[in-house]
C-alpha cells in the first residue's frame, strides 16, 4: 500500500473514532441562576396536607410584628435581575450589588400570613424561584 493509502487509512480511522461520541458537557458553564436566602426553611409538610389535591409548603418563612419585613439573600451570576411579588400582584425589583448580595423588603404585610414569590433571572439561564410565607402577628 502507498504512503497515500497509508494516510488516507489513517485519516478515516481518525475520523471514525469520534463518530458517535457524545460531547462532555461543559460544566463550567451555569445552566441556571442560583442562590440562598436568610430565612427559615420549614420542616417538611404531610405529604398530602391532609387533601385530597396534596399540600405545598413554602420554601421559606419569616414571622414580625411589623408591617414589612427586610431579608436578605445572594444570587449567582450576580448581574441577575432579583424581584420580589405578593402572589397576585406586580412585582417590585430588588437592589442586587456586585457580588450578588441583596436586600428584599416585604412591604404592606396583613395581620396573617403573606405569600410572596423572590425570582432571580438571568438571560440565557433558568430562573431561580422561592416562595416565602411570612407572618405578620
Given at each position: 500500500?502507498?504512503?497515500?493509502?497509508?494516510?488516507?487509512?489513517?485519516?478515516?480511522?481518525?475520523?471514525?473514532?469520534?463518530?458517535?461520541?457524545?460531547?462532555?458537557?461543559?460544566?463550567s458553564?451555569?445552566?441556571?441562576?442560583?442562590?440562598?436566602?436568610?430565612?427559615?426553611?420549614p420542616?417538611?409538610?404531610?405529604?398530602?396536607?391532609?387533601?385530597?389535591?396534596?399540600?405545598?409548603?413554602?420554601?421559606a418563612?419569616?414571622?414580625?410584628?411589623?408591617?414589612?419585613?427586610?431579608?436578605?439573600?445572594?444570587?449567582?451570576?450576580?448581574?441577575?435581575?432579583?424581584?420580589?411579588?405578593?402572589?397576585?400582584?406586580?412585582?417590585?425589583?430588588?437592589?442586587?450589588?456586585?457580588?450578588?448580595?441583596?436586600r428584599a423588603?416585604?412591604?404592606?404585610?396583613?395581620?396573617?400570613?403573606?405569600?410572596?414569590?423572590?425570582?432571580?433571572?438571568?438571560?440565557?439561564?433558568?430562573?431561580?424561584?422561592?416562595?416565602?410565607?411570612?407572618t405578620?402577628?
Open positions: 500500500m502507498s504512503a497515500r493509502g497509508v494516510a488516507a487509512l489513517l485519516l478515516a480511522a481518525v475520523a471514525l473514532a469520534g463518530c458517535g461520541e457524545k460531547p462532555e458537557p461543559d460544566v458553564k451555569p445552566t441556571a441562576v442560583t442562590g440562598t436566602l436568610d430565612l427559615a426553611r420542616t417538611a409538610p404531610n405529604p398530602d396536607g391532609g387533601t385530597v389535591a396534596g399540600h405545598r409548603a413554602p420554601d418563612t419569616a414571622s414580625t410584628r411589623r408591617s414589612a419585613l427586610a431579608f436578605t439573600g445572594r444570587v449567582q451570576p450576580a448581574s441577575s435581575t432579583v424581584t420580589l411579588a405578593r402572589k397576585g400582584e406586580r412585582a417590585a425589583a430588588v437592589d442586587v450589588g456586585a457580588d450578588g448580595r441583596f423588603r416585604a412591604r404592606k404585610l396583613e395581620r396573617r400570613v403573606n405569600h410572596f414569590v423572590l425570582e432571580a433571572t438571568s438571560p440565557g439561564l433558568r430562573p431561580w424561584t422561592v416562595d416565602i410565607s411570612i405578620r402577628r
